[in-house]
Every structure is written in C-alpha cells, then in structure tokens.
C-alpha cells in the first residue's frame, strides 16, 4: 500500500536541570558548591532510506518523541544526554511544519537528514556559577525546554519522465514492456490504483532513466475527481512528461489532450509547463493512422505514434525521453508565493530581534502579565526554588526594563504580575 502523506508529531526531549550542591566531608570544611550540569535532551531526526518505499510507518504511529536528559548531581556529576531518535522516510520526502505549511526540508537523497526538533540544552549547575565575589552560589539553571511541533509528511516519487493521460491509454503496458516492472494491466478503466516505477535501459545497454505510470486521470481530477487528485503531486518530481492518447476511435483524442492538460494547469503548480513529449498509442487499430493525422493536424505538430502489441516505435520513444531529460533541469519541489520571496526567509525587525522582550499585558483588574519571548525563556531557565534564584529572576527582569513596562500600563503598587507560574507584587 502507497502511503505518500502523513501527520507526525515530534517531540524533543527537555534538558536535565542543573543540581544546587555543597561539597561535605568529615574534616573538609567550607568545599565549596560541587553541583553538576544536567544532560542534554535527545533531538528528533528526519533521514532518507532508499529501502523505504512508502510512509506507512507513520500511519499509526504517529508521534516521535525522545527522552529528557538526566538532571545534575553532587559532587560534579553531570546528567546523562538522552540519546537521539532517528525516523526513517523514502526518499523524495518533502518536510512541511503544519502551522504555515512552511518547508523544512526536502530529503531527496539516499542519507539526507534534517533536525526536526532540537533537544533542550541542560541546565548549569550551581557550581558554574563560583567567581571571586559570589563564592557561595546557591542558584542553579533549570534545563532548557525541548520543542514540539506537528509535521506534514509529503512523499513525492523520484522519476525522470511520468506517463500521463487517461484510464486505459496503455500506461502500464508500455511500462511492463520497458522495463522489468510487472504492473497489473486489464482492459478496464483505473486498473492502476498506485503509482509504479520502472528503470528503462535504452538500446545501448548503458544510459538509464526512471519511469513513473502515474494513475488514469479524468476530466476534474484537480478537484478529487478519480484517482489523479492523489497522485498529481507525484508528477512534480519528473522532469519531462509523456502524454499518451489512445487512437482507438472510443474517445475524441483531441479532446482527451486538451482536458488533460487543463487539468495539469489547474492543479497549480506549474505543471503545464513542463517539457511534454505527446504520445499517439494503440497504432494497431482500425483507422488510428487516420485518426493519427487528424489529431496531429489539430495538435500543430507530430505526435509519435506507438503499439505495444508490435512494439512499433517504442525504442524511438524511449530514446527521445532520455534525449529530453538530459536537457532538462532537476525540477525542485514546488512552494506556494515562492516567487514573492525569492525562496528566501524574509526578515520582519518587529520579529526578528525587535519585538518587545517584556510583553507586558493587562489581562483584569491590578494583574499583569509578562509573556514576552526573551523573559519567558529568561524564566523557563531559572531554579526558582531558592531564594537566590527568585532574586536572579527579578534582576534579569529589573534589566529588561520591567518598571518602565508596568508603569506605561497602568501598575501600581500592591498589583499581581504574573509570569509563566510564578507571581510576585509590583512595588513603585
């Protein structure tokens, strides 16, 4: 079963907090603070397996999550680092974070890999924190948090040219013969339910390509009609595109081109543009030259006309393919308003480094909160379970220019500030 799209979580470990710890020992006075780092938590990967073929994997399993590295002890101990949790998909795997559908990576490669979610740094200890005038530290780093995010799993299959075109045009069949693929073939429509590759060799028995069969399209399979709407992304991938039509008299073969290829273009992304090779099938038939003629005529140049049953052309055809990739570029993923940005990350200073710190609201009567992203992480790494720690917090916060923030929105004594769980009164 083809499973080329999924919904995963990840889910990175925290890091281990750092250990508050005095040095004692029978006739060893004052040794002085002896307490360890926390480990670091363990980061979730992505990486390309070329023996991977689908995402099934990620069908019910849907979460990734690794451990949290182990928090400091005495006597200098550091904490255990969590170990990695590696995720193996096929190659041709694009990475998409679902808030936004932004890309993270396209993992097209046998050993591509990309870091998901980084593990949380781990937190110092407070023997980190010995100088020349604080020589009794009694404050300690909590470990950093680990990220969670939820990921779009999009597999696009790696082929050099896709057959394209209607239900029983004789994709499949042309795929049997030009490679050793083995495709289930009948003569009734959508006998393909899957997209197939196969490895064509040409007649000199050393230049190769990959063929993709794509699944039959129909008039609306933009909109999820048929089968195409499942498979179209799979096109984006090939570099050149082969467009069969049947000249066996049951259907108009111009018409069939035309709703093809209108359907390519309403998919968005670009497809009618790429490098097109039109193919006349089913040559045997009573009346196809005629046909043939006609529908070239129509077209406005030469369709190569082809017959699996004798084979007719065939070798030609794969030999204009090749001829064709080869003077084609590797076509990359496409990305919606791409064009806007130039495919690069466009930088807004109100939030990138030059959003407020404090974040201070006002949510009710004589209560603040602080929700800023540069003093929420300030928080999230400070013990808080000592006094020293408390006092930390307040000074990195007293820095960040909390009394101008509380005063500008209407603070006065004796009111409540919150941030993240812990509250303190606002004095003047």
């Known amino acids: 079963m083809l499973i080329d799209r999924a919904i995963l979580e990840v889910r990175s470990g925290n890091g281990g907090n750092g250990a508050i710890s005095f040095y004692r020992e029978k006739n060893v006075p004052k040794g002085g603070p002896d307490g360890g780092n926390g480990g670091r938590g363990g980061s979730v990967y992505l990486i390309a397996r070329r023996n991977v073929n689908t995402l099934l994997a990620y069908r019910h399993s849907r979460v990734l999550q690794a451990e949290d590295g182990e928090k400091g002890d005495k006597r200098m101990r550091y904490g255990r680092n969590a170990n990695d949790v590696y995720g193996e998909v096929p190659c041709g795997t694009l990475v998409y974070e679902e808030d936004g559908m932004a890309l993270l990576a396209d993992l097209k490669n046998e050993g591509d890999i990309v870091c998901v979610a980084k593990g949380g740094r781990g937190g110092r200890g407070n023997a980190c924190f010995k100088n020349s005038r604080l020589r009794i530290p009694k404050i300690a780093e909590n470990g950093r948090p680990g990220e969670r995010k939820r990921l779009v799993l999009e597999l696009k299959l790696l082929a050099d040219a896709g057959l394209i075109g209607f239900p029983s045009v ?8 030009v490679s050793r693929s083995n495709v289930p073939t009948a003569d009734y429509p959508f006998t393909t339910l899957v997209p197939n590759l196969g490895v064509v060799t040409l007649e000199d028995g050393y230049h190769q390509f990959v063929l993709a069969d794509m699944p039959g399209l129909i008039e609306g399979a933009s909109s999820g009609k048929g089968l195409g ?5 799979h096109i ?14 049951e259907r108009d073969p111009y018409a069939d081109y ?5 359907e390519l273009k309403l998919y968005g992304a670009h497809l009618e543009d790429r490098p097109e090779i039109v193919v006349a099938t089913k040559m045997d038939e009573e009346g196809a030259e005629e046909r043939k003629a006609e529908f070239d005529k129509k077209l406005g140049f030469e369709s ?15 030999k204009k393919v090749y001829e064709l990739i080869t003077k084609t570029p590797e076509m990359k993923p496409y990305i919606e308003n791409e064009e806007e940005t130039g495919g690069m990350k466009v930088y807004d ?6 959003a407020d710190p404090l974040g201070v609201t006002h949510p009710s009567d004589h209560v603040f909160e602080i929700n800023g992203e540069e003093a929420l992480r300030a928080y999230s790494l400070i013990n808080l379970s000592t006094d020293a720690g408390v006092a930390k917090l307040l000074r990195v916060l007293d820095r960040m220019g909390i009394d101008d923030a509380l005063k500008e929105k209407g603070a006065v004594q004796g009111d409540t500030v919150k941030i993240g769980e812990f509250e303190f009164e606002y004095y003047e």
């Open 258 to 262: 035309l709703a093809i290829n209108e």
């Open 170 to 177: 004789g994709k499949s069949t042309l795929l049997n013969i």
């Open 236 to 249: 984006e991938r090939c570099r050149v595109l082969v467009h069969m039509v049947s000249m066996s008299g």
């Open 229 to 233: 709407i499942q498979f179209l992304r």
């Open 304 to 318: 190569i006309g082809i017959s699996a049953l004798t084979d007719e052309n065939v070798s030609y055809l794969m």
């Open 349 to 354: 200073a109100r939030k990138d480094g030059g």
